[in-house]
Each structure stands twice: as C-alpha cells, then as structure tokens.
C-alpha cells in the first residue's frame, strides 16, 4: 500500500498534570521512536516560552537529542523563532546539528515570539518588522556575503565547512508565503491553530518560488491538529483535555495539560465555552477513518505537499496511539 500523503509530526513536549518534568522530557525520545519506526518522514519541535505545559524552549537541545536516539527520521524545528536570537547563534547551532546529524536536519523560522510580552521582553526579543533584517544577517553570514567593510566580515562562522540544513518559513495567515517562494525554501502553514485558509497561502508561495539547490521545487506543508482513538468517542473525550487547557490557558490560567477526568467534570463559564467552540473548528477528532478522511479533505482544498500531525493527549501512551493509528491509517511504510 502505498501512503496516501507523507506524514511528519510536531512535538511540544507537553507537560502533563501529574508527570515530572523529567519523564516528560523522556517521552520526547519515546515519541521520536516511535515516528521513526513508522515511516513519518520528520519530526519538528517549536520554541515556546513561559508556558508550564510545554517543555520545547529550546528545540536544538531536543533536535540532538531525538536525532541521535533514530535512525532515520529528519528532526528540526518548527520553528525557530528568530527574533528571540542573534542570527550568528542559528547559524553556529544548526551547523552543528547538521555536522552531527548530516542529511537528517530541518531549519524552520518563524516570525512569532513564541510566548506573551512578559516572555518577549526577558528574551530581548526584536519587533515583528525587523523580521526581514534577522533573517539577512543569518544569511549573510552562512553565505559570507557581508560587505568588506562590514564589522560582520571579519566574523569566521564556527564551525566551517558546513552548511545549513534546508530552510523552512512557517506562516500562520499567508503573510511568510511569497518571502519563502521567492527564498526558494520550505513553506509550513500552521493550520492547527489559524482560521486563515491555507490554500491562498500556497498559491501565493508557489506562484513566487525560484528554485535552489535545496528546493528545486515548492515544497508545501500543512499543520494540523489530530487526536485519534479506535472510536470517535473515545476521541473526543481524549480530546477534552486540550478543550479545557486552551480555555484556561486564554482566560489567563496557566496550568500544565489536565487530565480528561478533570476536563469532562469541569464546570465551563461561557467564556471558556465561547474559546472552545471557536478553536476546536480546526481540530481533527475521531476514529481512524473519521481523521482520514477530514485530513484527505483538507488535503483536498489545500494541496500541501506534506502533512503535520500534532496530538494533545494527557497520556502518554494514548498519545503514541494516536500518532501509530494515523500511520496505519495512511498506509506509512515502516521502516526496520
């Protein structure tokens, strides 16, 4: 059976009520396993600050960690945010990761701070609209393009005689699409928490690529959000635990992932019910075949290249479930 669209997967390294943070981090590798094992193509981990449920603030640390626990799978980030850092620091890290891990490396930018202003402010973080300078200046210093008399030029990146790996652009309203077709790299929309239609986004990306030795193509990829259970009813009520986290989360309450015990038993103001009722329209929900055929239709509207899978799924175990059930679901090959 060949597979009905390549299957890549995204990880937050959630943090669970009840779970020690160390055996969160553990998961991590778990999960990368597991993805390995049954023929995702990648692995993405996005940078996140100031969120107790989320254990992903340093995806390089996690990229090492889950490439060197696989075989195969392409591990990288989605994304870097890159105004949280100075060009030079991404350019030297990922050198390194793909010195380490030649070939198996994703470089993904985004343009978000990846936490609230409090986050941003601790990390120095740059405005939106300078953007398009970070992403110039690391540039030129992996292609050792500054100027002679640039202070820059007299900067040898360490370590030498590498590349970076393929660049990605991750968007979440279409706003990334042109400036990565025109960079001639990856573009990631993030369909799993936008309301904005990914299908213009591409169009838009496609219609400005200019090939590269990395993309001689336009690669596409949409981000979904998936939790998948043997029924849909075990699905949605898996389900009711990211429904309750993303209430609290954005009323102002910040919590690690609560169980599905305490979501189903919680009384939700309207408030919380008005935030669930708007999100919960992008996530996918349901038996094997129910996400089947709601990512198909996506893929259908959209026509991305690649699909992304992130579940948020109290337990662990139920959680690796999820991602071995939308494998076999898609006719993945998995790898010995």
């Given at each position: 059976?060949?597979?009905?669209?390549?299957?890549?997967m995204q990880?937050l390294?959630?943090i669970?009520?009840?779970?020690?943070?160390?055996?969160?981090?553990?998961?991590?590798?778990?999960?990368a396993?597991?993805?390995?094992?049954?023929?995702f193509?990648?692995l993405?981990y996005?940078?996140?600050?100031?969120?107790?449920?989320?254990?992903?603030?340093?995806p390089?640390i996690?990229?090492?960690s889950?490439?060197?626990?696989t075989k195969?799978?392409?591990?990288g980030?989605?994304?870097?945010m890159?105004?949280?850092?100075?060009p030079l620091?991404?350019v030297?890290?990922?050198?390194?990761?793909?010195?380490?891990?030649?070939?198996?490396i994703?470089?993904g930018?985004?343009r978000?701070?990846?936490g609230d202003s409090y986050?941003?402010?601790?990390?120095?973080?740059g405005?939106?609209?300078?953007?398009s300078a970070?992403l110039s200046?690391?540039?030129?210093?992996e292609?050792?393009?500054f100027?002679p008399?640039?202070?820059y030029?007299?900067?040898?990146?360490?370590?030498?005689?590498?590349?970076?790996?393929?660049?990605?652009l991750?968007?979440?309203?279409?706003?990334?699409?042109?400036?990565?077709?025109?960079?001639g790299?990856?573009?990631?929309?993030?369909?799993?928490?936008?309301?904005t239609p990914?299908?213009?986004?591409f169009?838009?990306?496609?219609y400005?690529?200019?090939?590269?030795?990395?993309?001689p193509?336009?690669?596409a990829?949409?981000?979904?959000?998936?939790?998948?259970?043997?029924?849909?009813?075990?699905?949605?009520?898996?389900?009711?635990?990211?429904?309750?986290?993303w209430?609290l989360?954005h009323?102002?309450?910040?919590?690690?992932?609560?169980?599905p015990?305490?979501?189903?038993a919680?009384?939700?103001?309207?408030?919380?019910?008005?935030?669930?009722?708007?999100?919960s329209?992008?996530?996918?929900v349901?038996s094997?075949?129910?996400v089947?055929?709601?990512i198909?239709?996506?893929?259908?509207?959209?026509?991305?290249d690649?699909v992304?899978?992130?579940t948020?799924?109290?337990?662990?175990?139920?959680r690796?479930?999820?991602?071995?059930?939308?494998?076999?679901?898609?006719?993945?090959?998995?790898?010995?």
């Amino acid at each position: 059976m060949t597979a009905l669209i390549p299957l890549s997967m995204q990880d937050l390294a959630p943090i669970a009520e009840g779970i020690s943070t160390a055996d969160a981090m553990a998961e991590t590798i778990k999960l990368a396993q597991l993805g390995d094992a049954l023929g995702f193509t990648r692995l993405w981990y996005a940078e996140h600050h100031g969120m107790p449920s989320i254990a992903s603030s340093v995806p390089e640390i996690l990229i090492g960690s889950a490439a060197a626990h696989t075989k195969s799978i392409r591990v990288g980030s989605g994304g870097v945010m890159l105004l949280n850092h100075a060009p030079l620091r991404i350019v030297e890290a990922y050198r390194t990761l793909e010195g380490l891990h030649p070939g198996r490396i994703d470089l993904g930018l985004g343009r978000a701070p990846g936490g609230d202003s409090y986050a941003m402010r601790a990390l120095r973080t740059g405005g939106g609209e300078e953007f398009s300078a970070y992403l110039s200046e690391m540039m030129a210093f992996e292609e050792d393009s500054f100027p002679p008399e640039h202070p820059y030029s007299r900067v040898p990146v360490a370590p030498g005689g590498i590349s970076l790996p393929p660049l990605w652009l991750l968007g979440s309203s279409g706003a990334s699409a042109q400036a990565a077709g025109q960079l001639g790299v990856g573009y990631a929309f993030a369909a799993h928490f936008s309301h904005t239609p990914s299908a213009p986004a591409f169009e838009a990306y496609r219609y400005a690529f200019k090939a590269t030795q990395a993309f001689p193509k336009p690669y596409a990829m949409m981000c979904v959000s998936v939790v998948c259970a043997p029924t849909d009813e075990e699905a949605r009520y898996l389900s009711s635990s990211q429904e309750l986290s993303w209430a609290l989360f954005h009323s102002g309450q910040i919590r690690k992932l609560v169980s599905p015990q305490e979501a189903t038993a919680h009384a939700y103001t309207e408030q919380e019910r008005r935030i669930i009722e708007h999100q919960s329209t992008l996530w996918i929900v349901g038996s094997p075949e129910t996400v089947r055929e709601q990512i198909m239709a996506k893929v259908a509207e959209s026509r991305p290249d690649e699909v992304m899978i992130t579940t948020t799924i109290h337990d662990y175990a139920l959680r690796r479930r999820s991602y071995q059930l939308v494998a076999e679901a898609f006719g993945l090959q998995p790898r010995q």
